[in-house]
């Protein structure tokens, strides 16, 4: 059984750093991509940065340069380093891993996974 542990959310100032991390087991292959989704109150869940197994990136917009995508592939963790944090960046931050291989799954499709999400709140 596949599960996403995340970590790392919580309260932080505007200008403040946080960091996230997304750790996927359940006897896993391999996967694709894993990233970050964010959904505010109100809004629509939206991409946040995604890294593909060979590592290219892509982030949204609005975090680049200021958020940093990395992931352990040995570990199956993905990684989200978030910087000079402003007020919009306040959301549920869900883990999101593509492609997932297991053992028990080798030979059939592969499937997407999404974590529990992590609430990351900015503010005075």
């Known amino acids: 059984q596949v599960q996403l542990v995340e970590s790392g959310g919580g309260l932080v100032q505007p200008g403040g750093s946080l960091r996230l991390s997304c750790a996927a087991s359940?006897?896993?292959?391999?996967?694709?991509?894993m990233g970050w989704y964010r959904q505010a109150p109100g809004k629509q869940r939206q991409l946040v940065a995604r890294?593909?197994?060979?590592?290219?990136?892509n982030y949204a917009d609005s975090v680049k340069g200021r958020f940093t995508i990395s992931r352990d592939n040995a570990k199956n963790t993905v990684y989200l380093e978030m910087n000079s944090l402003k007020l919009e960046d306040t959301a549920i931050y869900y883990c999101?891993?593509?492609?997932?291989?297991?053992?028990?799954?080798?030979?059939?499709?592969?499937?997407?996974?999404w974590g529990q999400g992590t609430q990351v709140t900015v503010s005075s």
């Open positions: 999101n891993v593509e492609g997932l291989i297991t053992r028990a799954t080798v030979g059939l499709p592969p499937r997407n996974y």
């Open positions: 359940g006897s896993i292959v391999s996967s694709y991509a």
């Open positions: 890294i593909t197994s060979v590592g290219s990136i």
